[in-house]
């Protein structure tokens, strides 16, 4: 099994995560997202996603070589082809709950603050560093407020975001927030946040995927 991805890439941070949680085995490949002008923009690795973006898991099924893209798609694939550990809740209703709470992540905040949105602001509209950075930090805390008032307000929420073993959202929950940490957004009206977020930062699966020690880090 290979990982393509970046060591800051809150996609491939998330894969990582669901991964090491599941205790699998897997070799990365660095794809480098700004030097050489985006090496994700190449030809090798366009022909593993046309998309031009990271993760990539490729993985050995049954006989067949498979790239899977999105992180969310790649997730819930490993759910499902090894689920010897669960990363999603038992039932149904439970299982939309925890989806609801990544989706708020994956589709509300992620993608109007990704690099290429990012790139976009300061390359064609040429705005400001300053300018660009409270972009960020308005959609990001915007978006993690909501999610605060969600998880605060809900008897499903344990040490980590559904109960006291960590699960799917938490995957998506700490690399937003070390994001959300890197662009020194507010987040002192998130304690329910934090305090998973600390949970997480103590748990080997989270350490072992943090950007810092992965073999590409900066």
Not at 27 to 33: C, S, Y
Not at 157 to 164: P, S
Not at 183 to 197: A, E, K, V, Y
């Amino acid at each position: 099994m290979k990982l393509y991805g970046y060591f800051r890439s809150s996609a491939s941070y998330r894969v990582r995560i669901a991964l090491n949680l599941k205790g699998l085995d897997y070799e990365q490949v660095a794809v480098h997202l700004v030097k050489n002008g985006g090496e994700q923009l190449a030809p090798p690795f366009r022909a593993l996603n046309p998309d031009a973006l990271v993760p990539v898991l490729q993985d050995e099924l049954e006989g067949e070589t498979v790239n899977l893209t999105q992180s969310m798609a790649i997730i819930e694939y490993l759910d499902e082809v090894y689920p010897e550990i669960s990363l999603l809740p038992s039932t149904p209703l439970d299982r939309a709950y925890v989806r609801s709470l990544a989706l708020a992540i994956a589709c509300e905040i992620h993608p109007v603050n990704n690099l290429r949105v990012l790139k976009y602001l300061s390359g064609t509209l040429q705005v400001t560093d300053e300018q660009k950075n409270a972009w960020y930090r308005h959609w990001c805390e915007t978006g993690l407020a909501v999610l605060e008032k969600k998880l605060a307000a809900d008897a499903r929420t344990g040490i980590f975001c559904f109960g006291d073993a960590p699960g799917f959202a938490d995957c998506f929950l700490v690399p937003q927030i070390a994001n959300a940490q890197r662009f020194h957004c507010d987040m002192s009206g998130m304690p329910t946040l934090m305090r998973i977020q600390q949970a997480c930062s103590e748990y080997p699966a989270f350490i072992k995927a943090a950007p810092a020690n992965q073999p590409d880090a900066e």
